[in-house]
C-alpha cells in the first residue's frame, strides 16, 4: 500500500454539543396508543434512548476504539472518501475491500476486521490474512460532504472503490466483499472489475438491475398478493412487505424532503433508523444502547442523513446499465451467504434457502462458487454472525488468493 497520512477520528466538541442540545430540547408527540408498535417505533423505547444518547453514552470511548486501527481521508477523483484499514499479519496478506449498507455504518465491520487481518490470533491460518480495508461509502458516514456528486449510485461507488484500491493505494489485484447496498457495490466491481479481482462474497445476491424501472421502490413490483396461498405463506409475504415497503418507497421517491426533518432533529434520524435496526436483525440482543448511538452518532457527525438515503433514488434515476454482455453477468468468483431471518416465504431450512436461490432468475447472474445458508442472523450479517462470516469468506477466497 501507498503511504499516505493517517487521520484519527475526532469529532469537533461543538458538533457534540450541539447535539446534546438538540436531544434535551425535542419536541415529543403523544403517541397515543402505539403500546404494541403498530404505529413505529415507540416513543417509551426511543425517549429512554434519546435521553442516554445526551446524558450517559460515551462517544469518545467509541472513537478510541475506532483509531485503534488507522484512519485515513483521502480524496478519489473528487470524492472524499474516509477509510478505516488494518494490515493482514501473514506471509502473504490480500487486499479486501468491505462495503457497507444502510443504515449500516463502517463500524459494522468491526467485529470481523482483526479476524480477517489476523487469522492465527483467532484460531486461524495466517495463510489466510488479508489487509482490510472498510470505507464509508461515499456520502455515508465520515465520506462527506458530497455537493459535487448529486447523482452518486452503486454503480458509481464501484468505479470510485476501483480507483481507491488501484489507483490511490496501489494494489494490482484486490478482493471484495459487501451486504445490502455494499453487495450490489461488490457485485459491480464483480461485473466490472472481474479481471483485477481475485473474488467475491456478499451477504445477498440481487440482480444489478434491481432498482431499474418504473415502480423501483415497490418490493413486490406492483403484484397482488396471489390468492389462495397458504396462510403461513400469505403472511410471510405480508411481513417482508412490511419490513421494506416504506424504506424503499420513501428513499426512491421523497429522500430529499424526508432528509430535512432528519437532518435538522437527532431524534427523528434516530427514529427512522432505528425501526430498521430492531425490524431487520434477527431477534432483540443484536445492538446494545451504545451500539445503536455509536452508528447514529456516525450519521449525525458526517451530517450524512441527506447523501446516505438519496443512493436509493440515484438507483433508480441512473439505472444500472451493463459494461460488457457476458455471461454471467457478474464474472468474478462469488461467494454468497444467507442468512436464516431474510428467508424468502416458504423457506424455513438452509438447505432450502441454497436450493430457492439456485432455481431463481437471480443465479444466472453470478459466478457463484461457495453458497452457504444459516439457520439464523438477520440483515446485518458480520455484525449479528461474525463468526460464520468470516468462515463463509474464507472459503471463497481460500483457492483463489
Known amino acids: ?228 396461498l397458504p396462510p403461513e405463506i400469505h403472511a410471510r409475504i405480508v411481513e417482508v412487505e412490511r419490513r421494506f415497503a416504506a424504506h424503499l418507497a420513501v428513499h426512491v421517491l421523497h429522500p430529499s424532503t424526508l432528509a430535512y426533518g432528519l437532518a435538522d432533529s437527532p431524534v427523528g434520524m434516530l427514529a427512522w433508523m432505528l425501526e430498521r435496526w430492531l425490524s431487520w436483525s434477527d431477534g432483540d440482543k443484536a445492538f446494545t444502547d451504545d451500539d445503536v448511538l455509536t452508528h447514529a452518532t456516525i450519521y449525525w457527525a458526517g451530517n450524512a442523513i441527506d447523501t446516505s438515503i438519496r443512493t436509493y433514488a440515484n438507483n433508480n434515476r441512473y439505472p444500472w446499465t451493463p459494461s460488457h454482455d457476458r455471461t454471467p453477468v457478474i464474472e468474478a468468483p462469488t461467494g454468497i451467504t444467507f442468512v436464516g431471518y431474510e428467508n424468502p416465504p416458504g423457506v424455513t431450512t438452509p438447505e432450502q434457502r441454497v436450493e430457492h436461490f439456485l432455481a431463481s432468475d437471480r443465479a444466472a447472474w453470478y459466478n457463484h462458487v461457495n453458497i452457504t445458508a444459516h439457520p439464523h442472523g438477520g440483515h446485518f450479517i458480520p455484525w449479528e454472525t461474525p463468526t460464520e462470516w468470516v468462515n463463509d469468506l474464507r472459503r471463497t477466497f481460500q483457492d483463489r488468493r
Open 1 to 228: 500500500m501507498l503511504t499516505l497520512d493517517q487521520t484519527p477520528i475526532q469529532v469537533p466538541d461543538d458538533v457534540l454539543d450541539d447535539l446534546r442540545r438538540r436531544l434535551n430540547q425535542t419536541k415529543w408527540p403523544l403517541d397515543a396508543g402505539n403500546a404494541d408498535g403498530f404505529y413505529g417505533v415507540r416513543r417509551t423505547e426511543l425517549q429512554r434512548l434519546v435521553e442516554y444518547w445526551a446524558d450517559g453514552y460515551d462517544w469518545r470511548k467509541a472513537e478510541r476504539a475506532m483509531n485503534a486501527y488507522e484512519q485515513y481521508r483521502v480524496d478519489v477523483g473528487g470524492v472524499p472518501v474516509h477509510f478505516m484499514r488494518k494490515a493482514g499479519v501473514g506471509p502473504k496478506p490480500i487486499p479486501l475491500i468491505l462495503s457497507h449498507g444502510w443504515p449500516w455504518t463502517f463500524w459494522h465491520w468491526s467485529k470481523v476486521i482483526d479476524p480477517l487481518a489476523d487469522p492465527a490470533s483467532y484460531g486461524g491460518d495466517p495463510a489466510d490474512a488479508y489487509d482490510v480495508i472498510v470505507p464509508s461509502l461515499p456520502g455515508f458516514g465520515f465520506s462527506t460532504p458530497l455537493p459535487n456528486q448529486p447523482d452518486m449510485n452503486f454503480w458509481k461507488m464501484a468505479d470510485v472503490w476501483h480507483e481507491l484500491m488501484t489507483g490511490v493505494l496501489g494494489y494490482p489485484k484486490y478482493a471484495a466483499a459487501g451486504c445490502d447496498v455494499g453487495a450490489l457495490v461488490t457485485g459491480q466491481l464483480g461485473h466490472k472489475y472481474a479481471d483485477e479481482l481475485y473474488a467475491i462474497h456478499i451477504g445477498s445476491a440481487l440482480k444489478l438491475d434491481f432498482f431499474n424501472g418504473d415502480r423501483g421502490w415497490d418490493l413486490s413490483g406492483g403484484n397482488p398478493i396471489p390468492d389462495g
